[in-house]
């Protein structure tokens, strides 16, 4: 057994225990992650209360255990738990709790804490073969693998049922295992600071209206999971995205216009490692914002725009040795060369071009078509992908050019 392990000393646990006869294990990995010198919150469901009780856990734990929704210390903390934490561990989690964390249900304390959580999170699965082997128990699965979340393998042998076959909660000493594997492996950008722009840019024309675009923010929520799951430290600059879904780990900060997405940039920028700057940001705004909605008058209207300030140039001119900047170009004609003038003009080391002519790109879909455009004249060309697959190819090249 791995158990006196010096990567776990000192890092903070939620353990989330379900209602599954695993919960037993559950109290051994407790056991070990304190002996291993880690602190440990923990939070049952009311079904885990049936298995195991919470006084052993909290005396193990050396902490109170939480289990009630609406307990006054239960509810107050349940944000400040999954921020607190550098790992949400969900062992055993029942087919319920995956299928309600995959929709987003919030019945219970743990989903609550599951829901709010900015730290990683990692799922044991437990349960027998059948509900194992059920498509909806993969496809939740799958989803929140999406989410950024690490599902560990189950294991095969005795089931509650009395049947044999997979579905056995991992044990202890292999949860341990993938913690220490999963708090001592560097990525290859372990460390790096990544600021990734999403979305649009909305510009105020008066206290109702705004200019804006069909930008979904998708690829750069792409761009920020794929980054964070190479060890990078992620802050996401987002305009104003219709749902930032679940990005555990990744710091984010809310703009609404051109000029606020340019400061949040500028602030970031001197500690920045990499800048990719996927977001459609407005190239005018309105040179001024009516104070009270403009009323319908003549037949005519014009409203007078002022440029907003590159943020991808500004950062392409001000960066220093080591500093990687990328941008993206949308283009319906001359791609490739107004892609490489964007290089120039902007000082950027990389262009990400997407072309409105290919079937697969644009705003909103899932999938993009991308070449890739580098400084010294190489080009890397992809095929249609999923955004997250695009995403994937994009940090790739980043890492091969710059950090193999
Ligand atoms: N960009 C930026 N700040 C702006 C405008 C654009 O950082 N104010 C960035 C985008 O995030 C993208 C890249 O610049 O990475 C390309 O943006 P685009 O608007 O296509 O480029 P322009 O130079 O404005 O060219 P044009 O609109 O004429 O195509």
Known sequence: MVFLNPMLKGKKIVVGITGSIAAYKAVLLVRELVKA????????TPAACDFVTPLTLSTLSQQPVLSRMF??????????????????????????TIAKMAGGNCDNLLLAVYLSATCPVAIAPAMDEDMWLHPSTHANLDRLTTYGNHILPVGKGALASGLHGEGRMAE?????DWLQGYFSLPGPLTGKKVLVTAGPTYEPID????????????MGIALAEALL????????????????????????????????????????????????????VADYTPEHIAAEKIKKGAEGLTLNLKKTTDILKAMGESKTAGQIVVGFALETTAEEQHAKEKLEKKKADLIVLNSLRDAGAGFGKDTNKITIYARDGRQYPFEVKSKSAVANDIVETIIRLYYA
Request: include cysteine.
């Open 229 to 280: 799951k190479k060890g990078a430290v992620v802050t996401l600059v987002a305009g104003p995205v219709a749902a930032l879904p679940e990005l555990k780990g990744i710091a984010i900060r809310k703009v609404t216009t051109a000029a606020e997405m340019y400061t949040e940039c500028m602030a970031l920028f001197p500690e920045t490692d990499i800048a990719i700057m996927a977001a459609a």
């Open 172 to 176: 202890p000493e292999q949860i341990i």
């Open 71 to 96: 307990d006054e210390q239960s509810w107050s903390n349940h944000v400040m738990l999954g921020r607190w934490a550098d790992l949400m561990l969900i062992a055993p989690a029942s087919c319920n």
């Open 207 to 218: 206290p109702v209206r705004f200019i804006g675009n069909h930008s979904s923010g998708k």
């Open 37 to 44: 010198g880690a602190e440990v919150k923990v939070i049952m």
